[in-house]
């Protein structure tokens, strides 16, 4: 699919993208770091996450996000931000988490002319392959492990194309 040889530059930014990013983008991110680093691959990419919408910005992620990924093993350290224009140009992957937001990205003026590098999230699920990653905002634990899961086997998948 993707190959990391194709690039010119590296490091590989990749940007995770879902509304408020609290939830499911935050967590993409994290498990994604988690990932590459084990892999000893940490310095070839840079991930960030960001919302299109501006609710949270300069918070932390949700509380049962931070609670489920340390139940998990990974890591989140983040404080919410916002999608901009110059994103657009400076990731060379966006990885949007819903069609929703998909279409919000979309709404940029760059968007179509960085159309190559913008994709949902779940493109790379080998269970539930272009289907949206549900937000577990209005959920409970089950949930929040729901999306855990889907993001892990995402991100995974996403990876290995990343590293072939």
């Known amino acids: 699919m993707l190959f990391c040889k194709n690039f010119s530059k ?3 930014k990749i ?22 680093r084990k892999s000893g691959l940490a310095s070839d990419f840079i ?10 910005i300069g918070d932390s992620p949700d509380p049962r996000t931070i609670r489920n990924a340390q139940r998990n093993g990974i890591q989140l350290d983040h404080i919410v931000s916002q ?9 060379d992957f966006i990885m949007a988490m819903d069609r929703n937001n998909l ?13 190559h590098k913008i994709f949902l999230m779940r493109a790379f699920d080998s269970v539930g392959k272009d289907k949206d990653v549900p937000d577990p ?6 949930d929040f492990q729901e999306v855990f899961d889907i993001l892990d ?12």
């Open 47 to 56: 991930a960030q996450s960001c919302g299109t919408a501006n609710y949270h």
């Open 10 to 12: 590296m490091p590989v």
């Open 137 to 142: 905002y209005y959920g409970d634990e089950k």
């Open 15 to 36: 940007l995770f993208v879902c509304l408020g990013n609290i939830c499911r983008s935050p967590l993409a991110e994290a498990i994604f770091i988690d990932k590459i």
């Open 103 to 115: 279409s919000n990205i979309f709404r940029f003026d760059g968007a179509k002319e960085n159309n």
């Open 153 to 164: 086997r995402s991100v995974q998948s996403f990876v290995e194309s990343l590293t072939k």
């Open 83 to 91: 999608l901009s224009e110059n994103d657009l140009h400076s990731y």
